[in-house]
């Protein structure tokens, strides 16, 4: 567990971030309550993702200045590094 005050937002920012998206991926695939063509996917990506990024910071921030050696602090960031690419490789690769 985070020693810090911020490697715990840093936990707490990706955990909501993991259960935003899974929600949304469930609604959609799972049960065919809505779909991505609808704004809340729009919405939702629009707070989550932004979420995960200030994880990834936060995270980097507890890490470097804190000492803060928690593995899911290192989990944070990894899942951060991995939005950050999702996001410029889907831009890269979108075919409307």
Do not use: Q
């Amino acid at each position: 567990m985070p020693t810090t005050v911020i490697g715990r937002w840093s936990v707490g920012l990706n955990t909501l971030f993991l259960v935003a998206i899974t929600a949304s991926l469930l609604l959609v695939e799972a049960f065919k309550l809505l779909s991505f063509d609808n704004r809340w996917w729009d919405i939702t990506v629009a707070i989550a993702f932004p979420t995960s990024i200030i994880a990834l910071i936060t995270g980097i921030i507890a890490v470097r200045k804190h000492h803060d050696r928690s593995v899911l602090i290192y989990l944070s960031v990894v899942v951060g590094v991995c939005t950050i690419l999702f996001a410029l490789l889907h831009s890269l690769f979108i075919s409307d």
